[in-house]
């Protein structure tokens, strides 16, 4: 079940977003189209790390990792067996859930505390990278290779439409899909399970909850998540690169935007990453300073403001209503 | 194999183990004392190397330069230890551990970033120590160096843990906060003292880096991670068994590099971290 709150903020989410595409390209631009992609790919993954670091404290480090099998496994296979990537893009997925799973699975087992799963996947996310360009024969090593296999162009011509505007409609399906599964299942008893797995993991396995299974579910379906989007993100681009699944790429980034959004809520990841692709964007004239505004931001983030936007300005909107007095606590944003 | 290749190798593993011990053992003193794992440490090797070379071109004298290189890492590590790590030493816990990654994360992602900057080229030191060749094996120079640096600097480490009173101090701090804040042990001092110890230790490490080979600016998180991972291997509060685990994974990856390419290395090194973290989870906590 998802609560009536829930499906509001979905639903006037969706109608926020879904003149975007076509209102940027008005003017015949496919750069604003492309800054559109992006804001879509990265607010769907950090949906996924909210999952898996805001619900059960595990701080998955290797995104990039998870999107770049996803995304090798789609396009290798596709290529090899000569069929359609929309039909080997389950496998990226399955691909990527499954090393979610597994790590999860042997966390959980390890008692393994945050810091050690972080770096865990920070190992598996640098060896993954390494792999990529090491792999040349079928990789294309740095270079890469050009990507065109999750085309919609047979369907844009069928219905009329540009073919890089349904694409983005195609991104902006699966974020909002993320976002309904994401707002079934805090509502649902895995999300009352995630609760009390990251409040109390002892008292949670006293009150009859599987931990490691709660655990592997979360990693799973945020790993799965993100193997999706990887795919997704390479046909954005049409082109597959190592370079896109790096470190500071990909993980950065999201753990930046999950942050800043506000851990643990619906819009947040939405909100946070908006904000970082305009912030990117403004920073745009200058942007030889992108990439230390963003360890700025990042240190400001998590010394000063780790509450996040959504929450944040839920508190004020609950203040100025209730004026001042404590206000009930009301489901997240 | 030829005998001598092999002699060589060993000898440019060992040398490459001791750059290893120092970078490890920044690591583990920092997080021993304070429970920061410092992921900007090899930003600040970088530093070192930057500073060095522009400051040695200058003066025309390379040991100037390094030094010079060194004492500006140490006064930035005391500015961002009374600033960044003041406000990361405030919470408690795993809360703290945390914080500490993600401080630190930003720092060097900062760091790198204003270098990207200003300082985008590769740099490299011009030691002039020559190579010597006996009984057709060959040693680079920049290997005498390592051996002639490193190890005075990895014994004076462990002589100052071991035999001064701030040393001991440091060690009380590491088994008991409580216990040493009874004896009149201020560990945020020592902390203090200890995080502009390390990031000297960085820079040494990456100094003796920048006269083997060309450093860039990503370098550096290349550093960290390296040092990482031989802190872990080593045991992350465990000076000792850390600068044991630094000579063997400097040999390790020596030997990987040459049979089977500087990629599988990597991934062969980033593996041994893996199996370690899955072996031993409770020795970081």
Redesign the interface.
Known sequence: MITRGDVTRIGALALLLLPLPLLVTAGGGTYQLRIVSLFLVFATLTVALNVAFAHTDQLFLFLGALAGIGTYTTALIADAAGISAWATLPLGALAAGALGATVSYVAARRGMTVIVLAILTLSLQLAAVETFVGAREVTGGSTGFPFDGLSVAPLAAAVGIDERILFTYVLLGVLLTSLVGYAWLRNSRWGAAFDAVRQDPVAAEAAGIDVVRTKVFAGALAAGTVGVVGPLYAQAERYVLPSMFEFQAIDVLVLVMLVLGGSRTLLGPVVGAGAIVLLDEFLGEIGQWRTAALGVLLVVLFLYFRQGIVPKARALYDGYRSDGAASDVSPDG | MALSTGIELAIDGLARGLSFALLGAAITLVFGLGNV?NLALGSFAVIAVVVAVTVGGAVGSVAVGAVAGLVVVAVLGLVVDRT?LS??YRSEG?ER???G???T??????????M??YVPLTYSLAHGVPGVELAGIGIRGSTLLTFAVAIPVLVGLFGFLDRTQLGTATRTVVHDETGALLCGVNPRRIRTIIFVVSLVLAGIAGLLRAASSDVTVSAG?ELT?FA??VA?VGGVRDLRGTVLAGFGLGLVITAANFIV?A??A??LL??V??AV??AR??E??
């Open positions: 794992l960044l406000s990361v795993e551990i945390v914080l990654i993600f401080v994360l930003g720092l060097a992602i900062a760091l790198d970033g204003i990207f900057v998180f991670v990482i991972i872990i390419g990629y599988l990597n991934v980033f593996a971290a893996v973290l899955i989870p409770e970081i906590s």
